[in-house]
């Protein structure tokens, strides 16, 4: 099996953008901007990916995201939302260790051709 990829973005589940203003660090800002639909991100991870597993954690994925994921990408995929109040939190690392361990348990899957 092809090691899982592990896509992680920044803001909200490392540095948790929506945490009280005295909470962030000096000089600290973010520009949020409203979406409808798939998450910009959401293709290219796919593409990246091509077939192999894959966790995201975010704070920003929605259902659409999950729904291109499942009709676009041919293995395992797990979107986490983390909530960006907080930030990434002992569950959240159980979760992804839980999946990981669900991959490592599946049978072989042929190579990633860019391998």
């Known amino acids: 099996m092809n090691p899982p990829l592990l896509f992680l973005d920044g803001d909200g589940p490392l540095n948790p953008y929506a945490a009280q203003q005295e909470r962030r660090p000096e000089g600290y800002t973010t520009l949020r901007v409203p979406r409808i639909g798939v998450h910009w991100k959401t293709g290219p991870l796919v593409?990246?990916?091509?077939?192999?597993?894959?966790?995201?954690?975010?704070?920003?994925?929605?259902?659409?995201?999950?729904?291109?994921?499942?009709?676009?990408?041919?293995?395992?995929?797990?979107?986490?939302h983390v909530n960006p109040r907080i930030g990434l939190r002992e569950t959240d690392f159980h979760t992804l260790a839980d999946w990981y361990d669900s991959v490592a348990r599946m049978p072989d899957a042929p190579a990633h051709g860019g391998d």
């Not at 077939?51 to 986490?80: I, K, N």
């Open 47 to 80: 593409d990246y990916a091509d077939g192999r597993p894959f966790a995201w954690v975010d704070d920003e994925q929605s259902e659409p995201d999950q729904t291109y994921v499942t009709a676009h990408h041919q293995g395992p995929g797990l979107l986490h």
